[in-house]
């Protein structure tokens, strides 16, 4: 029988000699076996119960980390309708609203889809096939090169998640200041790690993933120079399917920034989003949510982005430091209004 405050548990032999390893080589440090266990849990309690404030990741100029501004990015994707003037009044948009980043979506269309699944009937304004409408919204090599020297006219960073590894080595002809990985990628091996081999940071996101399935991915990434977005592949997500405290989770269980991709079409989430610690926000962007696209319906309009970056930008001094204090301003109310002083 275990002693009073005390519970017997069976260690598997290994772990035993570890142990008993560890308390012999300490010389005196750990004096026992209850010692190294009780030891060990605080390690695990600081490394995964308590929220991490990891080394921040350069993007650009801009620093994304949970002791910077938010970094907002507006994600154009194919919301351009393959469209370039579309295209350019979206970057505006974002620019215009104060977004760090636009981002795109890159395939190869041959690749990433088999020859049956272009084939299939589908009606667009494109054509009668899929593939008339993925080729459509496909933008090339002077499509970009365009995309590129608008956005650095305003001043705005673009980056793009590529679906296949081609798309990869198409984006680094532009020099892109990160790569970003979409959720439907994240068990791609070989795409992982053709993306770790530019050395640019990298944008994880997560829908559609259990966390075993994540780990995976950061331990072929590396949580250096990596940040990993919560997210939910539901288009649009109802309210009980965000999950917005996985933040919480990430940031325990992770040693690199946190952040959220939402595909909602209101603010709310991504308001509580940055209000739980992501320190990077990514939303759709449209110029109208009723145009043709498959994501335009949770997509923010003009109004909706500029909402996020006002509050994104003020939520620091909403926070505040977490200590309670009496404020200059409250001293003459608290003069009017307090006439009792009867606590001792």
């Given amino acids: 029988m275990p002693k009073e405050g005390y519970e017997s548990i069976t260690i598997p032999e290994e772990l035993n000699r570890k142990i008993t390893e560890l308390v012999n080589n300490s010389q005196g440090i750990i004096p026992n076996k209850t010692q190294a266990i009780s030891q060990a849990w605080k390690i695990y309690?600081?490394?995964?119960?308590?929220e991490r404030n990891p080394k921040p990741v350069m993007i650009g100029s801009k620093l994304v980390g949970h002791d910077q501004p938010v970094f907002i990015t507006a994600e154009i994707g194919i919301n351009h309708n393959g469209n370039m003037e579309i295209c350019k009044k979206l970057i505006d948009i974002a620019a215009e609203s104060g977004c760090d980043a636009v981002k795109f979506q890159k395939r190869t269309i041959e690749k990433v889809y088999p020859k049956e699944e272009l084939e299939m009937s589908r009606e667009s304004p494109f054509g009668?096939?899929?593939?008339?409408?993925?080729?459509?919204?496909?933008f090339g090599y002077d499509e970009y090169k365009e995309i590129d020297e608008y956005c650095r006219k305003k001043n705005i960073i673009w980056f793009a998640s590529a679906w296949d590894e081609e798309s990869i080595d198409f984006?680094?002809?532009?020099?892109?200041?990160?790569?970003?990985?979409?959720?439907?990628?994240?068990?791609?091996?070989?795409?992982?790690?053709?993306?770790?081999?530019?050395?640019?940071?990298?944008?994880?996101?997560?829908?559609?993933?259990?966390m075993e399935q994540i780990q995976k991915a950061v331990n072929i990434l590396g949580e250096n120079n990596l940040i990993i977005m919560h997210c939910t592949s539901t288009y649009p997500t109802p309210p009980n399917e965000h999950n917005l405290n996985v933040i919480k989770t990430f940031r325990k269980f992770f040693n690199c920034p946190v952040g959220y991709s939402g595909h909602e079409p209101g603010v709310y989430p991504v308001l509580i989003a940055i209000a739980l610690g992501a320190c990077m926000v990514e939303r759709h962007i449209t110029l109208d949510r009723s145009m043709f696209g498959s994501d335009q319906s949770a997509s923010l309009e003009r109004k909706g982005i500029e909402i996020i970056c006002e509050v994104a930008r003020l939520m620091p001094l909403y926070l505040g430091d977490g200590k309670k204090r009496i404020y200059e301003s409250e001293i003459p109310i608290l003069k009017k209004l307090r006439k009792v002083e009867n606590l001792d």
């Fill in 45 to 50: 309690e600081k490394m995964y119960l308590e």
């Fill in 171 to 210: 984006l680094e002809k532009f020099d892109v200041s990160c790569h970003k990985i979409a959720s439907a990628m994240l068990t791609n091996k070989k795409l992982l790690m053709k993306v770790k081999s530019t050395n640019k940071p990298i944008i994880l996101s997560t829908g559609m993933s259990t």
């Fill in 128 to 138: 009668k096939t899929n593939g008339d409408l993925k080729r459509a919204l496909e």
